[in-house]
């Protein structure tokens, strides 16, 4: 059945798109096969589910047309004054839309995810406090040895009535005693303790109370708990009633990112965690809520969150998964936030999905980052790989992001912004991107439409729509490669979670993005992991459940038959490890795989029958008989492999022939993709200079082929040997990227030269006078101006194009005394966002990204030439407009609308924002 299921998880999404959501192009091509699921996919509020079926058909043909492959039903809280439209969560009328919404979408070649839920996190009127997220409370008492302990034992908490008592604990020095026998129905304890001063902790199971968070209309309640037995099948079955037992047809059920504040509980807690760790931990209450740094109160609290972990995975993880799967849809989970381990939770579903939250800093010339307009925190990409490494070691497919969320202040997010940001998640292993997001918006509510609280909002409204489908083409021509065969990383990297649990401070541990600095960048696990990246080598990492599924064939480590093997394990300094994973450790040597130690481990984790266990880790320790070599490394053969131990980690991988990829000492950044006789590159320059240069490829293949994702452009690069490797010519200006397609696959396409930009002539400014015609936008129409030279459209001393968003288009015509030069590049200079340019009446692309330049050789023509550049600015100076004149846009239940500081929002004193196209703007002809 288990092998079934694997089938099935895979080939579901084929089985999908050959049934109507169909292959976008089929001829020989350099490029993958491109689908609806290789193009960038959007998160889709539903506000107070007031849709219609005229206005989702109309929606979603906007989307498709933009670029997007599908999208995810998000319902969430409404707008006031339109709750005669609002249609209950999950009722019939809403069933009858969700159906009609996957049917449409079919026919424009788009798929449909559905979040399991409303707001978040999963939660809702089918749950009564006994299925509610749970918490527990403890309260002590003091008696004297001889006296006698007589009173009820009643939970003080005013919100916790009807909490229920688990267990009573007396304490004195090393003495523990329960004294739950000796508690009444009444909770009544009648006791007279031993000679001494003693402690009493009683236990209550008791509830978080939280409430859905920006639940829609039929969604509100209790939260779930994650970590009962019990309570998911009560949530699904109003799903079950709702759907009558049949697919919705919806491609996967989502779930957000763990937001169930302080459930660190559930009624079932003592019994499972006696049946996982093996002893009681009500004779450990007060370790449990101690905060002292001791060994036993931190092994008891790693004890109790890895049985939260364990409760989290079997109870909701696997059981919604399996529900999931009952449609015919897969399951795509945030796992991020989870006071769990987080690669066993990611790697329990189909589609794991991380997210990115905030902006990075990228020293990318020109590229605009205002640090009033960002939140101070930097998305990090040994983060996203927490979710692609379980993807890629267990096979999946598809690896999905939450992509811009907050990247800047509302309005002020450029579609430059957004290329770097999403190319990180491209170089952690992301292939399948959700914009953050897109709120259906009826016709008739007046600009800027109705908006979700947090950006981006990519919304038909704002100003860089016309232009969006740039940045869509491009991830979907990235996607196209990433999504192609499986990753090719060469390292698995143990992750330590037992030393991160270790820890006596707090109780449970959730493992949140906004917390890294505290559980992850400390460690030498990420010491480990950003040195090997930064120095050349691909890594993915894996846990102690992962790990245990291993085996190794032909010298390397499989853990599943649709994952890449790999060559080394790595093993960074390390303070706790399981028994179980040190055997299998020995046991994947004994197989013929190559591990390496940066450091033994010291000992095991937990409290559960310690003495036991480290009897059994010194035995397997002693059973390596390291042998030191040259003085920097220890060896210690075993079986058919062999385990090293050193602090330099990067020399033992050299000695074992593995090496790094030598362009990263350029700063560039990679990953690389494996498609059977096929290897991919993609390579990104995020420096702040230009690459022009003959780069060595381990994997450099029998033919090689570049393919630009920016264009679409492809063709066979300059080769060359060096060291027994192919180098290939890689011309990259800040910002930009490129494909590289290498091994016997790529030389069945064809032969035509990749052309480079070789010497550069002189370049030609177009300057002088210009036609600048605003065309769409508001809240007013400047008036159309001829201009002696380019700026901002805000310095014209014009009141209307100071609040004027939208789009304008600066024409000129200039003379081409002759068209001689292999290639022409025009340079668009300081572009405020986006522009598309026109040459001769024919399409030269849209320029949305740094740098602002493309190739227009083939739309020139010798004399009298025409440029027309439509030019997109931000949303920023109508919102600002309208906030100064207290005009009304804003209005909504539950948070309303916030700015990046989650403050009241309001845009009356911002500074104007430069718009329009700045320049210079210029031509540089190339010779060969």
Not at 86 to 103: A, E, I
């Amino acid at each position: 059945m288990k092998t079934v299921i694997r089938i099935f998880r895979r080939l579901l999404p084929v089985i999908l798109f050959i049934n109507g959501i169909g292959m976008i192009n089929a001829q020989p091509t350099p490029w993958p096969l491109r689908t609806s699921e290789t193009k960038p996919w959007i998160r889709w509020w539903w506000m107070g589910n007031a849709v219609d079926e005229k206005e989702l058909a109309s929606s979603l043909k906007m989307l498709g047309d933009a670029g997007f492959g599908g999208v995810e039903i998000a319902p969430i809280y409404g707008a006031k004054g339109y709750e005669s439209r609002y249609v209950d969560f999950l009722s019939p009328r809403w069933t009858n839309l969700l159906r009609y919404t996957v049917n449409t979408a079919k026919a424009n070649n788009m798929g449909v995810d559905l979040t399991t839920g409303t707001g978040w996190p999963f939660g809702g009127p089918q749950l009564t406090l006994k299925e509610a997220a749970a918490r527990f409370f403890v309260q002590q008492y003091e008696v004297k040895g001889g006296t006698r302990f007589s009173r009820q034992i009643k939970i003080q908490e005013s919100k916790q009535q009807g909490a229920v008592l688990q267990a009573v604990t007396a304490y004195s020095g090393y003495q523990r005693i329960s004294l739950m026998s000796k508690v009444d129905a009444s909770g009544n304890l009648q006791w007279t303790p031993p000679r001494g001063n003693w402690q009493l902790y009683a236990l209550f199971s008791g509830w978080t109370r939280q409430q859905v968070k920006r639940a829609a209309p039929g969604g509100e309640g209790y939260t779930l708990d994650h970590l009962s037995g019990t309570a998911l099948p009560v949530y699904l079955h109003r799903f079950d009633t709702a759907f009558g037992h049949k697919t919705p047809g919806v491609r996967a059920f989502y779930n957000d990112s763990y937001e169930v504040y302080n459930a660190d509980w559930t009624p079932a807690f003592f019994s499972a965690f006696l049946r996982e760790r093996g002893y009681d931990l009500r004779y450990y209450l007060r370790e449990l809520i101690s905060e002292d740094s001791t060994d036993l109160v931190a092994r008891i609290k790693s004890d109790y969150r890895e049985t939260m972990s364990a409760l989290l995975m079997d109870n909701f993880t696997h059981p919604w998964t399996t529900w999931s799967h009952g449609y015919g849809s897969l399951s795509r989970n945030q796992a991020h936030g989870s006071p769990g381990n987080l690669l066993d939770l990611y790697a329990a579903v189909d589609i794991p999905e991380c997210e990115t939250f905030g902006s990075t800093y990228f020293p990318i010339p020109g590229l605009r980052r205002d640090s009033g307009d960002i939140r101070n925190v930097d998305p990090d990409p040994v983060m996203l790989k927490f979710a692609s490494s379980a993807g890629h070691v267990g096979g999946h497919p598809l690896v999905s992001c939450e992509t811009f969320t907050w990247l800047t202040e509302h309005f002020k997010t450029s579609l430059s912004q957004c290329k770097p940001e999403v190319e990180q998640a491209f170089l952690a292993g992301v292939n399948h991107v959700f914009y953050h997001g897109n709120t259906f918006s009826p016709a008739d509510v007046s600009w800027p439409g109705w908006l979700f609280y947090a950006s981006v909002n990519f919304v038909p409204a704002n100003s860089c729509w016309p232009h969006l489908k740039g940045l869509n083409n491009y991830i979907e021509r990235v996607q196209s490669v990433l999504q192609a065969g499986t990753a090719n990383n060469e390292l698995l990297i143990y992750w330590p979670v037992y030393d991160v649990w270790y820890n006596a401070r707090g109780r449970d541990m959730a493992l949140k993005v906004h917390s890294i600095d505290e559980w992850l960048h400390p460690t030498p696990f990420y010491k480990q992991v950003t040195a090997l990246q930064q120095t050349g080598y691909s890594v993915d990492f894996i846990s102690d459940r992962l790990l245990s599924k291993a085996a190794v064939g032909n010298g390397r480590i499989v853990i599943s038959r649709t994952a890449a093997p790999y060559k080394i394990l790595v093993i960074p300094k390390v303070t706790f490890m399981p028994v179980q994973t040190l055997h299998q450790i020995i046991a994947l040597a004994e197989q013929g795989g190559t591990v390496i130690f940066e450091a033994l481990p010291q000992d095991v984790p937990g409290f559960g029958k310690l003495q036991e266990h480290r009897k059994e880790f010194k035995r397997l320790l002693s059973t390596l008989s390291f042998k030191p070599v040259n003085g920097k490394w220890q060896i210690a053969e075993k079986g058919k492999g062999k385990l090293l131990l050193t602090a330099d980690i990067q020399e033992a991988l050299r000695q074992e022939g593995i090496e790094r990829e030598k362009l990263t000492d350029d700063g560039l950044k990679f990953i690389r993709r494996k498609d059977k006789d096929t290897t991919w590159y993609y390579i990104v320059n995020h420096t702040a200079r230009k690459i022009d240069r003959f780069l060595p490829l381990n994997d450099g293949g029998v033919a090689t082929w570049l393919l630009d994702p920016m264009t679409g452009r492809t063709g066979v690069p300059a080769v060359k040997e060096e060291n027994g490797k192919k180098a290939v010519r890689i011309q990259l200006a800040s910002g930009e990227s490129i494909l590289v397609r290498t091994g016997a696959g790529a030389g069945n396409i064809g032969n035509n030269a990749w052309n480079y930009l070789n010497t550069a002539e002189s370049p030609v400014t177009l300057s002088g006078n210009w036609q600048l015609t605003f065309t769409a936008g508001g809240p007013y129409k400047p008036a159309d101006r001829i201009l002696d030279g380019l700026v901002s459209w805000t310095a014209l001393s014009d009141t209307a194009a100071d609040s004027y968003s939208g789009s304008a288009v600066y024409t000129k015509t200039f003379t081409l005394p002759e068209k001689s030069a292999a290639e022409y590049i025009l340079d668009l200079g300081e572009v405020h966002e986006s522009a598309r340019v026109t040459i001769n009446g024919q399409d030269a692309g849209i320029y949305w990204a740094i740098p602002f330049t493309g190739r227009i050789g083939a739309y020139l023509k010798q004399g009298v030439n025409e440029i027309r550049i439509e030019v997109a600015n931000l949303m920023a100076n109508r919102i600002r407009y309208m906030d100064q004149h207290g005009m009304s846009w804003r209005n909504y239940h539950e948070i309303n609308f916030v700015n990046i500081n989650y403050k009241p929002f309001d845009a009356g004193g911002w500074a104007l924002q430069p718009s329009g196209l700045v320049g210079p703007v210029t031509i540089t002809p190339y010779g060969q």
